[in-house]
């Protein structure tokens, strides 16, 4: 099975503030798709902008068409509203300082994963920071595992699931997505940690789903940002009623 991932930052964004943490959120993701927890993602098979240009990011796209196409954004966002028709729009801003639709960065691949870490409200990003930054420690795979094998059961779980694209959302409308600089985004610092707690405490052999670990980073980032205004809850799902199971992580015991 051909994969393909492609991790976007947008922490300098022309005309935008500074984010350092989208810039980590890109070191961390690319850490857990080469792991074996991860899917076992080869070097060649994952590919990492920082702060691209219109061309660079369409050129990435293009190669990124593949049977199953992870892409991530981190950086500055908010929502388009058509004050006539009422339809909303998520825009990113890439490194250019350009403004495109989020949903513009699927590269139409059947099966395709696409993670938004970024604002959905009009204002400036809002920042936070902690005195302390939570260690990431990962899970490495048994010695009795071969990555080949972790891999197996990756490409086994999406070719086994519908067609489409399963989007996941560090907020709601009208909500900020709060990141640390030290520590990146607190929605892609919780898909991945929940999926590395999840894999540590594994009691049989298979994958955690998009949906699962949508779910479980949801309820730590709600928690997290309960005291805030407004709080902060991620969302999303499938594009298609059928449903996308892809994974998200592998666990192997």
Not at 99 to 114: A, I, V
Not at 116 to 126: L, W
Not at 219 to 231: C, E, H, L
């Amino acid at each position: 099975m051909k994969r393909r991932a492609l991790i976007i930052e947008a922490s300098k964004a022309a005309g935008q503030k500074v984010i350092n943490g989208a810039a980590e959120d890109a070191r961390r993701l690319g850490l857990w798709l080469a792991d074996s927890s991860g899917g076992g993602w080869n070097p060649d098979e994952i590919e990492r902008l920082s702060n691209p240009t219109l061309a660079q990011l369409n050129a990435a796209l293009a190669r990124a068409t593949a049977d199953y196409t992870w892409v991530s954004f981190s950086g500055h966002g908010y929502i388009e509203e058509d004050t006539r028709t009422g339809r909303r729009t998520q825009k990113v801003i890439i490194g250019s300082g350009e403004e495109l639709p989020f949903s513009s960065l699927w590269p139409k691949s059947d099966k395709c994963s696409l993670v938004c870490d970024a604002c959905r409200v009009v204002e400036q990003v809002a920042y936070f920071s902690e005195q302390v930054a939570n260690a990431m420690i990962y899970k490495r795979a048994a010695d009795k595992y071969s990555r080949g094998t972790y891999r197996a059961w990756f490409d086994a779980a999406v070719l086994g699931a519908n067609p489409g694209a399963f989007f996941l959302y560090g907020c709601s409308a009208g909500q900020y997505s709060y990141e640390d600089p030290l520590v990146g985004g607190y929605f892609t610092a919780a898909l991945i940690e929940n999926a590395a707690s999840w894999s540590d405490n594994a009691k049989s052999n298979g994958c955690l789903a998009m949906e699962d670990v949508l779910s479980s980073a949801a309820d730590a980032v709600g928690t997290r940002t309960s005291n805030k205004k407004p709080p902060q809850n991620p969302c999303g799902g499938p594009e298609n009623r059928s449903g996308n199971s892809f994974p998200f992580a592998v666990a192997l015991v």
